[in-house]
């Protein structure tokens, strides 16, 4: 008995030597490489609502090109944004691109940003599991973020109040500030899906992203929150529609966004290599399989036998 239980001792020390081994010459293989689309150190800033996606992404391109290393960082868009203009940043993704006047401001720098488009996802409203409520309306959305009082939305909870949700919001309500009364925001992603799950009195506003892909420690609180369908005043049904991959990708489902990845490199560094993986066909794939639209929908290959 005490010999197997040394045996096996023995077989998890080398085995947990060979994973540290494994590591370092990992981390060997990326230091003082040359930068190219598929080996070197890069940085990512992205934006935290789209952050579950774009890590699943980061983590296949490096499975696929083990000399490549890229460090993502979360960050609010509002954050991200400086960074861009400050010149700190060169590769950042972000769920929206570049105005024409933010585009004209880089080429008088003479920084050309390339921009790809790497899919579509959705502001989600959710509640409470307990709340009976399972639809809101857009009008209501718009008239509590113009600051008017509604019987239905007590409060409506934001992520951050840098984060890109609150933007979209604003854009969509055609409203410049957000309201004094009604509306609030905390720190995060996790800090919002926790307060919804304990609070009965609010609707929370989440990158959908965070519920397709819910990180380990958040999958308690996903489990006692749900998705209210929000209707479409474009169409003339009067339905509800949740922000599935299917109504993302017909247009159904009322409030989505681009995704783009901006490289501000200015070389075929890591950060095209890493766009063009994203925006090709495996990486499309993993897009498709996140429950979010891919931007080129990937293609199937069948092979008929005889």
Known sequence: MKKN???????????MLAIQIGCKKTEAATENVEETPVS??????????IFPIVDDEATLFQNEYDRAKLTLEQKT?????QSIYQQTSQIVVLPRTLDSLELKNFRSKQIIPRITEIGTDAVAFIVNAKQADSTITTEEIV????????????????DNANSSTVRTLKE?????????NGVFSLKSNGELLNYIADHTDAIGVVGVNWLLQTPRELQNAVLNVKVLG???NKLKNNKFFKPTQN????????ITRKLYMLNFQGTTGLGMGFASFVAGQKGQRIMLKSGLVPAIMPTREIQVRN
């Open 5 to 15: 239980i040394f045996r096996l001792g023995l077989l998890f020390g080398i085995g």
């Open 40 to 49: 070197g150190k890069a940085t990512v800033l992205v934006e935290e609502t």
């Open 77 to 81: 868009e509002t954050e991200i944004l």
């Open 143 to 158: 008239s509590v973020m113009m600051g008017k009082k509604s019987t239905k939305i007590k409060n409506l909870v934001f």
């Open 172 to 180: 969509f309500a055609g409203v410049k500030e957000l309201p004094a």
């Open 230 to 232: 929000v209707n479409n």
């Open 247 to 254: 109504n993302i990708a017909t247009g159904d489902y009322p």
